[in-house]
Every structure is written in structure tokens, then in C-alpha cells.
């Protein structure tokens, strides 16, 4: 019989760490972390990541895990995930619980990610140097000219991606595009998943409120903890860019947190038009606990 595991999503703030925690616990199993800013353990505020005391409750994996200058991507998280769930220390146990709202990540799981080689130190370095040197636009037509038909589709102001697909252009001498077969992978467990989702404006309501509790919490305390490494890659994320620009001076804090605020409500809007193109997704209020696990136990292997 086939393990399984359930697969709970949703947006930033919806309440997917209190849900996926009264599940682990109904099924007494672990929570495998899935949110790739709360891999680092440095970051525990502006992440929202799980509390120790969430933790004693139940297991974690993969929260709090890498350095801010750990080189990580979901193709890696693939592979550690799916390791652990069919070799690793859960190979044995019935049923497991993944949750974050991290799209890509997610996705790589459950469908897998193309076989795209790891990028080599080097190569991360000389990037990155030529990033810093002569900017996105001539990185941007580095890629045009190398690998046009990812050109023609790659988010223009997304850096990373930019960069990561050259990475692959100059370690491999092949374009980034001849890699992404785009093949869903099949999977030796069961798969059930679950979209967590409230109305608009309850939500907006709870991430407005959430960032100002970060604040309250000692965020503006973190993010000077974190102040050397900001151009990492791990810290191109919603709340620290807006409040490094208020340590710098260039904003008050309270024009900092009406950003952050409205630019997690635009990264919300964004992971629910992603996850809304799963139709494997069934959606519950975050509350409805009872009939998520009804739902759980009528999809699971008798």
C-alpha cells in the first residue's frame, strides 16, 4: 500500500501553520516544511516560520535549516523530499503532511522539476559578479542572444531567474530552454491535497495585521541582524527589502510597513492564481478542520 501525503496550500496569512498543525496531529504524524524563506534559520520573524513551541507539538522538516548563504533551489528540495519520503526517516510511516506557500516548491514534489544540473560555485560567483558590474539589461541580452526562446518567456524583472538560466547557458554550453521538459513525474505515494482559503478581505485583514505583529515581535531587530547579507538572494524577499530601504533612510517605518503590508497582499493574489489552476486542489476554510479530515480520510489507501 501506498503512503500518503497530504499536501496543504493556500496563501500568505490564510493560516496554514494552525490548520497543518491540528492535522498532524489528528494523524500523528510530521510536517515537512515548504515555504523556501523558512529554510533559514536566521529569518524567523519575517517568515512567519514555526515557533519552538509549534515544533515540540509536532515534527518539522526542512524549517530552519540552511544559512542565509546556502545555496538551495527546488530542484534540491525535490530531491530531499522525495528521499525522505521513500528512503528516509519517513519511508515507513502511513501518511505525512507538506505545507507552504511556496508555488514552485510544491509543485517540484508533487509533479517533480526538469533534471537541470546544479550550478557550480564558480559559475554562481562569476554571475553574480557580472550582475553587480553591468546590471540586468546586458545580463537580459546575454540571454536573448544565448538562449532566445526562454528570453521570449522569462519574467524580465525577476533577477534570479535571469541569472540562473545564464548559469546554466555558461556551465553547460547548452541553453536552459533544452532542459525544461516539463514531464509530470509519477510518484510512489498518494497525493492529497488541500487549499486553504478565506474571503479577500478577512484575508487582507490578517496580513495587514500579521506584519504589524512582526514589527511588534522584533522585526525591525532581525532585519539589522541580517543587514551584512541583503544581497543575498535568501533576503530579496517582501518585508526585509522594504524596511533595509527604512534602516538606510529612505523611508519611514511607516511608510516600510503600508508597503509590506500591500506587497504581501500582492504576493497573496499571486499564489492564489497559481494554486487555482491545480483542479487536484479542493478548497476549505482554514476552520472547517473536521470536514478537511472527512475529506482526508475518504482519499486515503484502506
Not at 500568505?12 to 524563506?37: F, M, Q
Not at 473536521?290 to 484502506?302: C, G, V
Request: hydrophobic content about 35%; some cysteine; aromatic content about 8%.
Amino acid at each position: 500500500m501506498k503512503n500518503s501525503l497530504i499536501v496543504i496550500v493556500g496563501p500568505t496569512g490564510v493560516g496554514k501553520t494552525a490548520t497543518s498543525l491540528l492535522i498532524a496531529e489528528h494523524y500523528g504524524c510530521s510536517i515537512i516544511n515548504a515555504d523556501s524563506r523558512q529554510l533559514y534559520r536566521a529569518l524567523p520573524i519575517g517568515t512567519a516560520a514555526p515557533t519552538e513551541a509549534e515544533k515540540r507539538r509536532v515534527r518539522h522538516y526542512f524549517a530552519g535549516t540552511l544559512e542565509l548563504d546556502d545555496y538551495y533551489s527546488a530542484s534540491l528540495f525535490e530531491q530531499s523530499v522525495t528521499h525522505l519520503l521513500t528512503e528516509g526517516e519517513l519511508k515507513d510511516h502511513p501518511v505525512s503532511v507538506l505545507t507552504g506557500g511556496s508555488m514552485m516548491y510544491i509543485d517540484a514534489v508533487c509533479d517533480g522539476i526538469d533534471d537541470i544540473p546544479t550550478v557550480e560555485a564558480e559559475t554562481r560567483a562569476l554571475l553574480k559578479r557580472k550582475l553587480a558590474e553591468e546590471g540586468l539589461d546586458r545580463l537580459l541580452e546575454e540571454l536573448r542572444v544565448l538562449d532566445p526562446d526562454y528570453y521570449r518567456i522569462v519574467d524580465r524583472h525577476n533577477t534570479r531567474r535571469v541569472v540562473h538560466a545564464l548559469e546554466i547557458c555558461y556551465q553547460t554550453g547548452r541553453t536552459y530552454t533544452s532542459y525544461r521538459t516539463e514531464t509530470k513525474k509519477e510518484r510512489p505515494f498518494e497525493i492529497i491535497k488541500i487549499g486553504l482559503t478565506r474571503e479577500r478581505e478577512e484575508l487582507y485583514r490578517r496580513i495587514n495585521r500579521r506584519v504589524e505583529e512582526m514589527i511588534a515581535a522584533g522585526f525591525i531587530d532581525e532585519v539589522l541582524s541580517v543587514y551584512p547579507y541583503r544581497h543575498m538572494n535568501s533576503l530579496n524577499t517582501v518585508g526585509y527589502k522594504e524596511l533595509f530601504e527604512y534602516v538606510d533612510g529612505l523611508c519611514t517605518l511607516e511608510n516600510a510597513v503600508t508597503r509590506i503590508q500591500g506587497n504581501t497582499r500582492r504576493y497573496c493574489r499571486k499564489q492564489l492564481t497559481w494554486f487555482k489552476r491545480d483542479p487536484s486542489i479542493t478548497w476549505f476554510h482554514p476552520d472547517d478542520v473536521d470536514r478537511i479530515i472527512a475529506h482526508i480520510d475518504h482519499h486515503l489507501p484502506h
